[in-house]
C-alpha cells in the first residue's frame, strides 16, 4: 500500500525501536517523512534508510526552541505538515522508593510537556492545511498500573485524556487525534532496563501468545495516520495481543 504518496510526517522517536519502524513504514507508503529524535544521528540514519527527501532532525521535544526548529525543519523541506506521531518518551524503571521529584519531573518534561509541545506547533501548521493527523504514544500500563514506574504510568494517563480534549479542540479542522497503548514491546530501550524480565509476565496475561515486537504495533499506527482514518478521533487503541480490554 502507499497511502502517504504526497504527505510529509514527522515521527519522534524514530532513531530507534518503534519510532523507527513507524519512520520506515510512512516512508515506504511515499511519506517524506522528519525523523526527530535526541539522538541526531540515530534519526539521520534512519531518513537515510527511508530515502528521498527525507531528513533526519536533532529534536529535544521538552525544550519549545526545539520543537520550533524541527517543525521550521519539516515545512522548509516539505512546505507543509500532514501526520504527525508522538513516539518520544522516556521510559523508567524507577522503584517507588526511589522516585524522586526531580525524577518525577525528568519524566513529565519528555512525556507531558513535550507531548504538549509537539502537539500546539504540529496542530497549527496542519490547520493552515485544513488536514491533519496526530497519533500519540499511550501505554497499556495505564490499565495495569504496571510496577516501577508510578511517573511513567501517569504521564501515559495523561496522554490518553489529552488526546481525547484534543480530538475536541481540532475536529473542527478536520485534523483527527488518536493515541496507541502498545504493551511491553521487544525494543532496544525496553533491553536496556529490567522491563526486558517482564515479557513471560505479560504473555501470561495476553489473550495470543508470544513477544511484541515494533512491527506488531507499525499497522495500527499507520492506519490511524492515514486519510481513511477520519471517521476516528479521540480513541485509544490497545495493541497489545490482548493484555488489557476496554
Ligand atoms: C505492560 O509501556 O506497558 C512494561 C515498559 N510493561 O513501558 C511500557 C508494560 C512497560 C508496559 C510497559
Not at 518518551?89 to 525528568?106: C, G, K, N, S, Y
Request: charged share 20%; hydrophobic share 45%; glycine share 12%.
Amino acid at each position: 500500500m502507499k497511502r502517504f504518496e504526497g504527505r510529509v510526517a514527522i515521527v519522534t522517536g524514530a532513531a530507534q525501536g518503534i519510532g523507527k519502524a513507524v519512520a520506515l513504514r510512512l516512508g515506504q507508503e511515499g511519506a517524506l517523512v522528519v525523523a526527530a529524535d535526541i539522538n541526531g544521528k540515530g534519526a539521520e540514519a534512519t531518513a537515510k534508510e527511508i530515502g528521498g527527501k527525507s531528513i533526519g532532525v536533532a529534536t529535544d521535544i521538552g525544550d519549545p526552541a526545539s520543537v520550533t526548529a524541527l517543525h521550521k525543519a519539516a515545512v522548509d523541506k516539505g512546505g507543509k505538515l500532514d501526520v504527525t506521531v508522538n513516539v518520544a518518551a522516556i521510559v523508567p524503571f524507577t522503584p517507588w522508593d526511589q522516585l524522586t521529584f526531580e525524577e518525577w519531573r525528568r519524566i513529565m518534561r519528555v512525556n507531558v510537556d513535550g507531548l504538549y509541545l509537539m502537539c500546539r506547533a504540529s496542530s497549527d501548521l496542519m490547520r493552515k492545511g485544513g488536514y491533519g493527523r496526530i497519533v500519540n504514544f499511550c501505554s497499556n500500563s495505564i490499565f495495569a498500573g504496571t510496577p516501577n514506574m508510578a511517573h511513567y504510568v501517569a504521564s501515559k494517563g495523561a496522554v490518553l485524556s489529552f488526546t481525547r480534549a484534543l480530538a475536541t479542540e481540532l475536529g473542527g479542522h478536520k485534523i483527527t487525534v488518536n493515541s496507541i497503548a502498545p504493551g511491553l514491546t521487544d525494543t532496544e530501550g525496553v533491553q536496556q532496563t529490567n522491563h526486558k524480565n517482564a515479557f513471560d509476565f505479560v504473555e501470561m496475561l495476553q489473550a495470543i501468545k508470544g513477544r511484541g515486537t515494533p512491527a506488531d504495533i507499525v499497522p495500527a499506527v499507520a492506519f490511524l495516520a492515514s486519510e481513511e482514518a477520519h471517521w476516528v478521533t479521540g480513541q485509544c487503541l490497545a495493541v497489545d495481543a490482548g493484555m488489557v480490554r476496554w
